[in-house]
């Protein structure tokens, strides 16, 4: 995944898709930073949400704790 992809997947249980916006830390323990074409609410009580545009899950070299599944065509 490069800067500017545009990704689709997963983040606590809810479908999004963004953009890459960011990387920092070693490759094999990186975390993303994604811009979600729609506010997705990132706290998991029922009683009280949190809607961003903007996250930065943690991720590794083989799978994202965000669960990006795909890539998305920019056509």
């Given at each position: 995944?490069?800067?500017s992809d545009r990704v689709r997947g997963q983040y606590l249980g809810q479908s999004f898709i963004g953009q890459i916006i960011g990387y920092s830390?070693?490759?094999n323990h990186r975390q993303i930073s994604i811009r979600f074409n729609s506010p997705v609410?990132?706290?998991?009580f029922e009683s009280f949400s949190n809607l961003r545009r903007r996250s930065?899950?943690?991720s590794t070299n083989?799978?994202?704790?965000?669960g990006i599944s795909q890539m998305v065509d920019h056509g």
């Open positions: 995944m490069d800067l830390g070693a490759a609410d990132v706290v998991r930065k899950p943690r083989t799978a994202t704790h965000v």
